[in-house]
């Protein structure tokens, strides 16, 4: 069967993410901070493959501490995101009533504000952020998407044939939900995060470019801060930096894409 060719572009492109996040650390040829002042922003070579940075730190080792970094915040931020996000939007939409209302209300009010300045209010009321402070941040607008679609299909699937007969047959509601309910809503729930993985990752790198990530681990981030202050002269750390942001959120974009249409029941 032919491969789909978001997915023949996507899959490669988010395992060699999950790759790097797993075992960057241990096959990096030097550590994220090892400091070399006399070959500071070197060009590549057999020593550094990549160059160096600032303070003649090893780029290629930088980018795979952080992609360390950004699977742990990626991957944190949506499962606490996911679970927060199905519980209140599918639980708003099961219970109906002046509860649900309530609980839709409160996505609203959450989606009202700019998540990027929510962010920003969270880790600057940190002295020094770490990487559960990142995750704090980002969870905090994470679970909204989640949560609206969770509540659309559990809107759908409530008054179903399969949860009309569950009620009938004496499960309790909280039986129904969990058992019958919800696993029917997954399909979407899992596309939404998949993208949510990406759009994680593009966050974290935000943040730390803006100087508000995890000051004591390597991030993509600062070191395409780095790469802005020293363009003229080296603009290879720009390119290295945004580019390996570009490809993973690019990954997950199609590997979303893909499993949409591959979990969608009219394709």
Do not use: C, K
Not at 43 to 53: C, K
Not at 120 to 135: D, I, K, N, W, Y
Not at 139 to 166: I, M, N, S
């Amino acid at each position: 069967m032919r491969l789909n060719p978001r997915a023949a572009l996507g899959l490669p492109m988010v395992l060699t993410f999950a790759l790097a996040a797993l075992a960057g650390p241990w096959v990096a040829p030097y550590a994220s901070r090892a400091i070399d002042l006399a070959h500071e922003l070197d060009p590549p070579s057999r020593a550094h493959w990549l160059g160096t940075a600032e303070n003649g730190v090893d780029v290629l080792s930088v980018l795979l501490h952080g992609a360390r970094l950004a699977g742990t915040v990626s991957l944190a931020t949506v499962a606490i995101a996911l679970t927060v996000g199905a519980l209140l939007g599918g639980g708003a939409a099961f219970v109906g009533g002046r509860l649900g209302g309530a609980l839709a209300r409160l996505t609203d009010a959450a989606q009202s504000f700019p998540s990027i300045i929510v962010n920003m209010a969270v880790l600057a009321m940190v002295t020094r952020p770490g990487v559960e402070h990142m995750v704090l941040a980002l969870t905090v607008t994470g679970w909204v998407g989640y949560a609206r679609v969770a509540r659309a299909e559990v809107l759908r699937l409530r008054d179903r044939e399969f949860v009309t007969a569950a009620r009938a047959l004496g499960a309790s509601p909280a039986r129904v939900f969990f058992r019958h309910v919800m696993p029917n809503a997954a399909g979407p729930l899992v596309v939404q995060a998949t993208f949510g993985l990406g759009a994680a990752v593009l966050a974290e790198a935000s943040m730390s470019f803006l100087g508000l990530g995890p000051g004591a681990s390597a991030s993509w981030g600062a070191l395409l801060d780095q790469g802005t202050a020293h363009l003229l002269r080296s603009p290879r750390l720009a390119l290295i930096a945004g580019s390996a942001i570009a490809i993973t959120v690019l990954g997950f974009n199609l590997t979303g894409d893909w499993l949409r249409d591959r979990l969608d029941p009219r394709s």
